[in-house]
Structure formats: C-alpha cells, structure tokens
C-alpha cells in the first residue's frame, strides 16, 4: 500500500479492517492528513454552533486546499454572513454561484445581502419632491381603479407561505409541550405541497426546515420571488387559557384593537435578535419614498384577502371565528404585495392545542389556506 493516503479514506479502510496488521500508522497529526472536505464539515458545524469567527477560519482553509467547492464557498458566505461582512459574503456567495449557477441558496443570499436598503436618512421634512407628488398621483389614480374593479383586482399565481418562527425562536409554547414553530412549518409546508399540485399557481416557502430567519429577510424572499401574495402563517397565544379560535391579520400602521396591538407585539418579539444594518449618511431612499405611497394599497388589497380568508376559515375549520383585525406587523410591511398573517388556533388553549397536535386537522387547515388563494 502506497502513502499519503487522506484521513477519510484511511477511516474508511480501517472501518473495513484491510488495514488490520499492514503496518500502516495514523499519521502523528491529524489536522495534516485534513482535507478540504473535512475542514468544509467542520466549518459547517462551526456554523450550526454560531461560531462564525472559528467557521471562517477553517472554511478559508477548505477553499485554499480546493478551490472548486462550490459548497465550502456557500457556508464561507454564510459564516461571514453570520460576522456581518457583507461585502465579504457576497463575495463567497459569488464564487459558489460561478461554480455552481444552480446553487439557488447562495444566489438567494446574494439579493437578501445587495437587496437591503442599507441606509436611511433622517425623515425628510421639506415639502413634497416632484417625486412624491407624482407617487400620491399615481396612489390616487390606482386606488380608484382597483375599487371599480370590486373584490380583488387581479388572479394569484404567486404565492409565498411563511411558518413563523424557527430555530430558536420557538414562538408560543402550549401546555403539552407544542411549539408554535413546529406547527407552522408542518401546516405551511401541507399548503406548499397542495399548492405544487396546481398548474396556475407557483408557490414558495421561506423557510423549509427548522431554523430561523430574521423577520425582514422573510418578506425580501416574498419580493424576491415576486409573489401575488404573501401568507405568514402563526398559532396565538394568550396568558389567559380560555382565548381559543382564529383570526387573520393585515398589515396597517395602527392597530384595530389592544388586542391585534399585543398579537403584533409578540409576533414582532423576536426583532431585538435581527442585527440592524448600518447607515450611511448621504443615502436618500427614493424606492422607500415610492413605496410609502405604494404600501397603502397592498395593505388595502390584504384587507380584502384577509376578510376572504377568515370566511374560509369560519364556515370550515372547528374553530371560533374571532374576526379581521389590522397591526403593525415588522413581517408584513415592508412586503411590496397583499400580505396576511394568519393565526390558526391558540396553542394556550387546552382544546385547541389537541386539534393543533393532529395530523388531520392541519391537513383541514391547509387545504382552507389553499381554498382560499384558488378561489
Ligand atoms: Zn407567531
């Protein structure tokens, strides 16, 4: 048998026994016979433990010994993501995409990382720009065109469904031990798999699996895709045990009630997590001032989609019918679409937390939010 021989392959060979008596010794260190794809394992652990610092070091290795990973570049991104470097990730992102144009995660980070309206100004208190004129114009002439047009202005082909929470954030927690975030990600994850079932509608997660992303990140994946229409999807929660039923919420600068303003107020908890982004002097906003005006009508639009969807859930799940309600949900406002927030059920509830725990009743569950958009 000839040497060098790579640690993994000599693990394999051992775990084989054909090194069993050939006189062949592990190498005295081990970190030298490492390869790229240890390294790349290794950092990519270091990331699930939040170690970025560490995870960037051992990934910078991985690239430097083989340079065509496309994955040991992906977690590089996100290990400088992780430091927020942005400059850097991007960079790394860049380079798993040109080995691999079709890794659509490392594509994905690259518009969530240059996409971000990185600085803001002070609020501008001159009179309105010629800009700002035309927008409230065009706010003017699109409202009424979507109020002659009744209903819903237009048909939903894109959708993007959103499971609250994830990671460690585990949102609401019921009696029996069900998290909120448990919940979310299977039933939205039901609608997602009966709505791929649908030639007419293209639809999306932001989220697959349990982990977490920041609130805004979720509503730049929303735009990102273009979506008609963004669903979040999220169990309530109550100190009080006998609160039960379910609601669906839009986006409005004021809340309806005290009542949708504390629903806001946990949904939106979680912010103090999400690392703000720097600003730099100088910058003036223009999409931001558009949008101002814009938002207005997608939250006009998500009134009318919510009043539809509570309907839905009304006449077709067994539980209460406790209304549309509006607040000023961080996940919801900056979506450059109609945007609900739907709150299925309150896991503090001792029966609604049974129904939660079932398989058929979010099979129920997912196939109303569905009704709801074909409709
Ligand atoms: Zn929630």
């Not at 850097?88 to 980070?109: C, H, I, K, W």
């Not at 600068?253 to 690392?275: M, P």
């Amino acid at each position: 048998m000839n040497l060098p021989i790579d640690r993994r392959s000599f693990l394999n060979l051992l775990a084989k026994g054909v090194l069993a008596g050939s006189g062949i010794w592990l190498c005295p260190s081990l970190a030298l016979c490492k390869t790229a794809f240890d390294y790349a394992l290794e950092g990519q652990d270091l990331i699930a433990s939040k170690s970025y610092e560490k995870a960037v070091n051992v990934l910078q290795e991985a690239v430097r010994l083989d340079s065509k990973s496309d994955w040991a570049y992906g977690l590089l991104g996100r290990a400088y993501y992780g430091l927020n470097k942005k400059a850097e990730a991007v960079d790394a992102f860049r380079q798993a995409v040109r080995l691999n144009p079709g890794d659509t995660y490392s594509r994905m980070m690259i518009d969530i990382i240059t996409q971000k309206p990185i600085p803001k100004l002070k609020k501008l208190k001159q009179p309105p720009t010629h800009l700002e004129r035309e927008a409230e114009a065009e706010e003017k002439r699109m409202s009424t065109q979507l109020q002659s047009k009744g209903e819903l202005a237009y048909q939903v082909n894109r959708v993007v469904i959103d499971a609250g929470h994830g990671g460690f954030d585990s949102g609401a927690v019921g009696l029996s031990g069900l998290k909120e975030k448990d919940v979310t990600l299977d039933i939205a994850r039901r609608v997602h798999e009966r709505l791929s079932r649908e030639r007419s509608i293209k639809s999306f997660l932001t989220r697959m699996d349990d982990y977490y992303i920041p609130l805004s990140d979720r509503t730049v994946i929303a735009n990102q895709y273009q979506a008609d229409l963004f669903i979040s999807i999220h169990i309530n929660a109550n100190e009080n045990r006998k609160p039960h039923g379910s609601e669906t919420y839009f986006c409005a600068g004021k809340a309806s009630s005290k009542e949708a303003e504390r629903v806001a107020a946990f949904e939106n908890s979680v912010l103090k997590y999400d690392k703000p982004y720097k600003k730099k002097p100088g910058y003036i906003d223009i999409e931001g001032i558009l949008f101002h005006f814009e938002r207005k009508l997608y939250w006009e639009e998500s009134g009318k989609f919510a009043k539809r969807y509570q309907e839905r859930f009304r006449t077709e799940l067994p539980l209460k019918n406790r209304g549309v309600h509006s607040a000023n949900f961080f996940v919801l406002r900056t979506a450059k679409m109609p945007s609900i927030l739907l709150e299925l059920g309150f896991i503090s509830n001792q029966e609604d937390e049974r129904m939660l725990r079932q398989r058929e009743f979010r099979e129920k569950i997912a196939k109303a939010v569905v009704k709801g958009i074909l409709l």
